[in-house]
């Protein structure tokens, strides 16, 4: 079996708590887990949760969880493509040599920033919908954690070195750009959000066949973690660990409610 086929990746717009809905789907004994203790005992995930989830704005890319899989061989975000034209043979062959490590018994979780999929992606998804009651929150969220004004100079953290410790997956080997001068913030909010790429396509619900779940971004605040890991369960054949799934989501919620 392809390895395409055992993914379960999460599409979403920087900032609209992906990383929160990967750990949620790692909740599930079926999950590959990135950390050990997200499935370990209740004492152990709160101690992840603590380090991991409830983040502090300034140091959130330094801090964030990763997954441990070396996957240097392609780009989750734009406007970089690396990676996007490879054959589903040539991807299978890139992360079996690059991760020998891990057996192939399990899905594995992987967050995704493009408004496509790669046609070597045979996999399912999760598309987090930017609707209309969560802008404000994404665009606040995004302010606090990606960028940093100096004047009318705009620093992109994402793409900052010093801003993050080394981590498979990053963009630094395609030189992106790391800032650029805005006259005004209603010029910058209008490239860096209103028309961004990554952003205005998952305003809405994403029909891609491999899409098998859309969640509003507002769900996070209008459900609990246990309602929305248990249409998880049902529509990937997970066992998502319920109790764990309303300790994540609250303790998610309380740490970005200064972002509502």
Not at 18 to 30: A, D, F, H, I, R
Not at 72 to 91: C, E, H, K, V
Not at 96 to 115: A, I
């Amino acid at each position: 079996m392809n390895f395409t086929n055992k993914w379960i990746w999460c599409q979403y717009s920087p900032g609209a708590g992906g990383k929160m809905l990967c750990t949620m789907l790692q909740l599930s004994p079926k999950v590959h887990p990135w950390y050990n203790n997200i499935q370990g005992n209740f004492k152990d995930f709160k101690k992840f949760v603590e380090s991991k989830i409830n983040m502090n704005p300034a140091t959130h890319m330094k801090d964030e969880p990763q997954p441990p899989y070396h996957i240097l061989w392609y780009s989750r975000q734009l406007p970089f493509t690396r990676g996007d034209n490879l054959t589903i043979q040539q991807a299978e062959e890139l992360f079996r040599k690059n991760n020998q490590v891990y057996e192939y018994n399990h899905f594995l979780t992987m967050h995704w920033h493009k408004p496509y999929f790669p046609d070597w992606f045979t996999g399912q998804s999760i598309s987090i919908i930017n609707d209309k009651d969560s802008l404000n929150f994404l665009k606040n969220r995004r302010d606090a954690i990606f960028y940093i004004w100096k004047d009318n100079t705009v620093y992109f953290k994402r793409f900052l070195p010093a801003q993050f410790e080394k981590k498979f997956g990053n963009t630094l080997k395609d030189h992106p750009i790391t800032e650029k001068i805005y006259n005004s913030k209603d010029e910058f909010y209008k490239t860096e959000f209103y028309e961004d790429p990554e952003v205005l396509p998952l305003c809405k619900k994403n029909y891609d066949t491999r899409v098998k779940l859309n969640i509003n971004l507002s769900e996070f605040w209008n459900r609990s973690g246990s309602d929305i890991a248990t249409k998880i369960n049902e529509v990937f054949d997970l066992d998502i660990n319920l109790k764990k799934a309303d300790y994540l989501l609250d303790s998610w919620l309380k740490n970005n409610l200064k972002f509502l």
